[in-house]
């Protein structure tokens, strides 16, 4: 089967820097994306990894470790709106079609 | 202009009836999904269409069944409501099914309440 884990919640004040861990377990990955999700809102995309390393876009950065099965998303420069959950991904190919496993999502909480 | 759309938004419903949820895509995309998101915001996949073909039916049971006239829509019927159905639908679409169609766009979702 397939699993991700990720923390429930997290807590930083405005202007700092704050790491959102994945962890999964699938038999038929494909990749790593990152959702944010605003309340009352859809889920939007923010970032997906295939391969190992780093992959910046403007305040957020997404890492991924294949072989630990290991992902993190990093939020620098931390604004209010930042407050929102964010969802790691997994793509598996293992059943035969693609399908996006979401994990339970972490609620960030951004203070003054 | 709205690139993926629902219809309702909000649906509030008795136990037993029958309801349909409406989905369209304007961003020419092959592949569309429907989501289930509950009270934990736990997101869970219900269904894949890849061109109008069922592609994922994860468990769901057989008193929803969705629907896709054409590419661009992808509905969702649920019949005998029940109040475990009470959740946030979520449709969403991607380029197709390939390795590399991994941005999904979701709609606003429908949020459904069965009392």
């Known amino acids: 089967g397939q699993s991700l884990e990720q923390p429930s919640e997290v807590t930083a004040v405005e202007g700092a820097i704050v790491q959102i861990n994945c962890t999964y377990q699938t038999s038929g990955f494909y990749g790593l994306s990152w959702y944010q999700q605003h309340d009352g809102g859809a889920p939007t995309f923010l970032s997906y990894n295939a391969l190992d390393g780093l992959e910046e876009t403007g305040r957020f950065s997404s890492f991924l470790s294949r072989s630990d099965s290991y992902g993190y998303l990093l939020l620098q420069e931390l604004q209010m709106k930042d407050s929102a959950s964010y969802f790691c991904a997994v793509r598996d190919g293992a059943t035969g079609g693609f399908k996006t496993i979401f994990g339970a999502g972490t609620r960030l909480f951004v203070k003054a | 202009d709205t690139a993926v759309s629902q219809t309702p938004k909000y649906l509030v419903t008795q136990m037993g009836n029958d309801k349909s949820i409406k989905c369209e895509q304007n961003l020419g995309h092959d592949t569309m999904y429907w989501y289930k998101q509950d009270s934990k915001k736990f997101l869970k996949i219900m269904f894949s269409?890849?061109?109008?073909?069922?592609?994922i039916n994860e468990t769901v049971p057989n008193r929803f069944s969705p629907k896709s006239p054409d590419k661009a829509h992808l509905n969702l019927h649920i019949n005998s409501l029940e109040l475990g159905d009470s959740a946030v639908y979520f449709c969403?679409?991607?380029?197709?099914?390939?390795?590399?169609?991994?941005?999904?766009?979701f709609g606003p979702g429908t949020r459904l309440t069965v009392t």
């Open positions: 969403a679409s991607s380029q197709g099914e390939t390795s590399s169609s991994y941005e999904q766009y």
């Open positions: 269409y890849n061109n109008k073909e069922l592609i």
